[in-house]
């Protein structure tokens, strides 16, 4: 699996985690991932125990708000909270409630990308954690080159005009942090990656230096595109319009059943989740619109060398 792999079994009617270890291939996984499995098993206990929101948190002596972040995976599980949890929701098994806390312990180290703190907003890093985790990455980019596919001059430029009154080292650990993030396309277990570029994000130029930029990361993206595992489409002008004009997001699928897709898109400042099945669904439809109306993916290193050759 692309996160921790879980031994699971069936208990009472609520799966209950038993065991996690790394890996074959080394990977020790996403925290963010392990955070949202664990989060949904707290939900199932809690509503097989008949008890709500106000009483789960009466009986650990907080907030609901403290409850519902837990489950939702939007903060760390503190090992004493989580056993009292575990303990008010009726289990006994002291097997149980301790793999459950090691697993809660794991789940709360940081990523490696939280060594980026200083560049890296809350909204985010979770980004960071889910495209770490994820056996499937899709989605469409109008305008800009998508940052998992990115070429160091092309980071560099489009961080200079992101981020315009950042300073200068400032500038270069944002870069770092993007390229660092291209690491899962190179490990032994890579997520399947699928992405429809907009011709208008291939022609924009980068810099007003001249065209080498845009040409080296035309040229990777050709690289790209014939490495297995990696689908790129182009959404030429000519295909007019079509019904992911709402601008770019991303949608996450994972190995573990626990975790549904979940859509990511961001604005200017702020980003928004959603793992409602009905409204990650109506995504998956659009883009796999966008995918029949861009140009097929064996075309897509023809188009992109008579791009460069434009531009």
Known sequence: MGLHALRLRREGGVTMTAEAHVSENGHRGAPTALRMILGKQLQALREKAGLSYEQAAQAIYSSPWTVRRMERAEGGLKPLTVKALLMAYGLTSTAEIDAFLSL???ASKPGW???YHDVLPGWFATFVGLEEAASSIRGYDPQ????????AGYAHASVATGFPDATSSEAERRVALRLARQQILARP??????LVIDETALRRPAATT????MRAQIGKLIEASQQP???????????????????SFRIFRFEAAEL????YAETMTSAYYID???????????LDRVCAQAAPPDQTATILSTIAKEI
């Open 189 to 194: 277990a890579p997520p399947r990656l699928w």
């Open 144 to 151: 800009w080159i998508p940052g998992l596919l990115q070429t």
């Open 104 to 106: 809660s312990r794991e």
């Open 229 to 247: 595992g990696i689908t790129i489409q182009v959404l030429p002008f000519r295909a007019g319009l079509h019904p992911a004009m709402y601008g």
């Open 113 to 115: 990308w939280h060594s």
């Open 210 to 213: 001249g065209p080498d930029i």
């Open 276 to 286: 409602k099945p009905d409204e990650t669904g109506e995504y998956a439809k659009a």
């Open 260 to 263: 549904p897709d979940i859509v």
